[in-house]
């Protein structure tokens, strides 16, 4: 009913950058959230940051002036730069999205950052 297609994730040197992408379709009316969120194994899953619709953000104290996060409302497309990587963003990213039928979540993409 409702795909979400990420990309991006990989290896990169601690310093560095990704872009991580995620595309929503399927049986979509309104999305009232979109974002990222992450869990390192024997962690639980955090989130990273979010954005409405209207274009309000949150972001975790962690990744704060390193990450920005963006939406293309009519690709239904939401989009994570991440820049100056730290070995500990080293995690599964998950795409999430809110709509009016619920949440639902990537399948997630492996980012690992190297010192």
């Known amino acids: 009913q409702v795909q979400l297609v990420e990309s991006g994730g990989g290896l990169v040197q601690a310093g560095g950058s990704l872009r991580l992408s995620c595309a929503a379709s399927g049986s979509i009316f309104s999305i009232e959230r979109m974002g990222w969120y992450r869990q390192a194994p024997g962690k639980q899953r955090d989130l990273v940051a979010t954005?409405?619709?209207?274009?309000?953000?949150n972001y975790a104290d962690s990744v704060k002036g390193r990450f920005t996060i963006s939406r293309d409302n009519a690709k239904n497309t939401v989009h994570l730069q991440m820049n100056s990587l730290k070995p500990e963003d080293t995690a599964v990213y998950y795409c999430n999205v809110l709509i009016g039928l619920g949440v639902h979540w990537g399948q997630g993409t492996q980012v690992t950052v190297s010192s």
């Open positions: 954005i409405t619709s209207s274009g309000s953000t």
